[in-house]
Each structure stands twice: as structure tokens, then as C-alpha cells.
């Protein structure tokens, strides 16, 4: 099987570098940046590099992992060109307006919409390793959209890399990940914001920084391009659920400024209620 990987940074890398260890399946990388593109070679994440005129034309498989603007210009070109048995897959961040790029598309039926979730705070070729979707979970949404063939390839590609697939509608993602991934991300690009805004010194952040500031402020370490996109992409539901934080935050001050003690315990254990949740 020939499969391309449209955008070599920690997600496309690490599909391709998965992908690659596999017996039968021939991985190209196609990328914008010529750095990106040498290092995807001297990585071994790809057998070779490309460019998306050629691997539309040619490939069975083509994965689409660049920032979600992107992914929204591409996708209907790629469909346009590609040949009538090949399959294209993107795993961006946000779908809903990827999905309504296409949604009129003659060659609609040979896109698969996912969302691997998966990743680090890194970014770039450097940053891709084997094993990262391991035992992770993705989503495909609109998969009634899809034809039989592409739903099972994309389903055995996810698999081959050790992902477990839920389905779901583009709306229902979008609104789902605004508040379990999009807004932890503005929280902790804002927590880093405002750490630095606040303490000057540089070196007492450093000297200072115990686990709980190092894991909350983890995520501000994120490509901004990427997450710039997939803010705007996302604004609807990323601004109602800063609304709900931001009223959140609000109730603390309060407590807070005013010493309420029992209101804070309130407000504090009722967020524990979070470990119910996760350990489900």
C-alpha cells in the first residue's frame, strides 16, 4: 500500500513513522518546509518525499495532518485529482468547517474525517515518535459520508496504529473538544501569559516551579500556528466554553477576596467530582 503523510510535524511524523515500521506499506512525506522535509528523511519517518501534485495523482492513501486552515483549502483540490479507488484522511483538530468545505463534493464519499487524540506539547519532525497513538483514542465523524471502502481503510490504518475509533458528528466534536482540549489550551497559554506578565523575575519562576505549575502550564509550550487555527476554526464553541471558565474563575476571586472558606471548599470540591469522571 502507498500512503502519503501531508505535514511531517509531531502528528503526520508520527503516523508516518508508525506506518513506515509496517511490513507492505510504502510512506512518502510531503511538506512546505524543506527543513521539515530533510529531517523526516534523516528521522526515518518516510521512505521519500514528495509533493502533493504527485501523491494525489499516484498514491491509495493520502493523510492529511497539517494546521486545520490548511486542511480546509487542500482537502478539495486533493479530491478533485486524486484517483477513483483512493482514499484521503485528515486528522485536524476541529471538522465541522473542514467537512462543510467539501460537503458538496462530487468525490465527497472518498474523505474520512478523524481526529487522532493524541500529542505532545512539541512540534515538528523532531518531535514525532513511534507509539504515540498507542492504546489513544480517535474519533471519525460523519462516517455515514463516507463509503464502505474508505470508512475500512481509514478504521484499519487507525488500528494498524493502535488506536480504538468512536464516532460522532462534526457539530458534536467540535462542541465536545472546545471544552475537554481547546480550552485547556487557552488556559494554559493564559496561565503562562499572565505568570510572566506578573513575576519579572525570570529566575524565581524557574527556582520556584514545583509540578502543579509545570503540568498546568505545559500546553503553553504548543505550536502557536497550530493552535491559532484551530481557535478560529473552533470560535463558537471555544468562546462558550471561556464564558462558563471565565464565571468560574470569577466565583474563586470572590471566595477568595472575600475569605469565604466554606464557598472555596464548595467550589473545590465540587471540581473534584472530575476524578469520578475520568476514572469512568
Known sequence: MKIAV???GLIGGSIAKDLKAQINID????DNSAAHCEAALDLGLVHRISSIGEVALDLDVIILATPVDVIESLLPQILSVVREDAVVIDVGSTKSDICN????HPNRSQ???AHPLAGTEFSGPEAAFKG??????????DKEKSSDFALEMALQIFESI????NFMSAEEHDRHLAYVSHLSHVTSFSLGLTVLDIEKDEKQIFNLASTGFK????????NPNTWAAIFGKNRKYVGEALEGYIKTLTKFKTAIES??????????????DIKRVLNQ
Open 6 to 8: 501531508v505535514g511531517l
Open 27 to 30: 510512506v512518502t512525506g510531503v
Open 101 to 104: 468545505a467539501i460537503a458538496d
Open 111 to 113: 474523505y474520512v474525517a
Open 132 to 141: 504515540l497513538f498507542n492504546n489513544a483514542k480517535n474519533i471519525i465523524c
Open 162 to 165: 493502535g488506536m480504538t475509533t
Open 215 to 222: 503540568s498546568t502550564s505545559r500546553l503553553a509550550k504548543s
Open 259 to 272: 475569605d469565604d472558606q466554606e464557598g472555596m471548599v464548595k467550589l473545590m470540591s465540587d471540581a473534584n
